[in-house]
Structure formats: C-alpha cells, structure tokens
T-cell receptor, first 115, second 110 residues
C-alpha cells in the first residue's frame, strides 16, 4: 500500500497563476483533509471532506477550492496564487468513526513557492 | 476556541541527554495525540493518550496525559540523532475537529 501520496512535490508559481494539487489514498478512508504548514503556526486546516462528493471549509479556506469526485482522491485548487499562499501543503486521511478518526495519515507534502 | 501550546519551541541537545517537551491547554480534551515529523516528510502518529493520568511508553519515549486532561508531556531518555524532528501534539475529537500545536523542533547532535 502506498498510503497517502501527493503530487507535485514542489512547485514555483507566479502571482496570479493557478494550479491543482492532487492527493490520493489507498486505505479506503472516508475523511480527507488539506492542511498548510507555516513556520511557528503548526498545521492549519484548509478544507476537508467527510465522503465522496462532499467538502467543507476549515480554518483557512480563502483562496482555495477543493473537490472530491472519487473516494480515494482529494484535489486542492488555487485559482489565482498569491505570495501569502507560499507554504507546505499536506494532505491527510482517516477513518470517519471514533476513535479511528483520531489517527490521521499524512502525505509527504507539496512545497509551493509563489513569487 | 481550543488551543494547544507547545514548549519549548526549539531544543538542541547532545546525544545521550534526556529531555521533556510539553503540550498545554486551558481546555479539556477527550484524547491527545503525539506526532513526529521528520524533515521533508509528513507527520506520523506516535501515540494517542485517552485517560487522565495515563502513561504510555514507546521504547525510549514516555508520554503522559495530565490528570485533568488539559496537558501532556513527552519525555525522551538518552536521545539519539534519529530522534531529530518536529514533535506535534494534537487533540480535539479527531477528524476535522483536530487541532495541532505549533510543535517542538528537536535537534540531537552526535
């Protein structure tokens, strides 16, 4: 099993450009999440999904959109990148019921630099 | 709003030393998790503590949940360079309700 995979691993964008980050999991998890990690601020939840076809906003959703058309995939889109979106992005997944959902499995991250 | 504060933010020690890092909150948590994140990778779960006063051991790592379930500590005995990484505590009910502390970055020098 590959667990949680993310593509791309690294990307440089110019302000105003768009891109999509792809996350895939092969553990049949119901829940999937997108976080951003910035120095001194820990992991902040951007958007999440509790099942195929459903998404919801997290703590810092502005400037991002998501889609979950298939249970195993969760896409994060930046329509018009801004320098403030320079960060490391992590996708994670978990089961939906307690206590299993307390354990999140993370991908290796995508490093995004917006110039 | 629930918050988790971790201390210290950064710790640099020599191989063989002992250390303790802390995770504190003013809120009560039903459980707390500890993750370790190595450079260039995502966080990996180390342990979950669920009962006030609970102590769990993972080789040289000892995790304790406070009696009031508002705080937790991680103690490492005889640290090794392989322990280097970012240690994150998390809590809040799991799933999308999980909140993460900012982490303690540990560097163990050989």
């Amino acid at each position: 099993n590959a667990g949680v995979t993310q593509t791309p691993k690294f990307r440089v964008l110019k302000t105003g450009q768009s891109m999509t980050l792809l996350c895939a999991q092969d553990m049949n998890h119901e829940y999937m999440y997108w976080y951003r990690q910035d120095p001194g601020m820990g992991l902040r939840l951007i958007h999440y999904s509790v099942g195929e076809g459903t998404t919801a906003k997290g703590e810092v959703p502005d400037g991002y959109n998501v889609s979950r058309l298939k249970k195993q995939n969760f896409l994060l889109g930046l329509e018009s990148a801004a320098p403030s979106q320079t960060s490391v992005y992590f996708c994670a997944s978990s089961y939906g019921s307690r206590p299993s959902r307390e354990t999140q499995y993370f991908g290796p991250g995508t490093r995004l630099l917006v110039l | 709003t629930q918050l988790l504060e971790q201390s210290p933010q950064f710790l640099s020690i020599q191989e063989g030393e002992n250390l303790t890092v802390y995770c504190n909150s003013s809120s009560v948590f039903s459980s707390l998790q500890w993750y370790r994140q190595e450079p260039g990778e995502g966080p990996v779960l180390l342990v979950t503590v669920v009962t006030g006063g609970e102590v769990k051991k993972l080789k040289r790592l000892t995790f304790q949940f406070g009696d009031a379930r508002k705080d937790s500590s991680l103690h490492i005995t005889a640290a090794q360079p392989g322990d280097t990484g970012l240690y994150l505590c998390a809590g809040g009910g799991g799933g999308f309700k999980t909140i993460f502390g900012a982490g303690t970055r540990l560097f163990v020098k050989a």
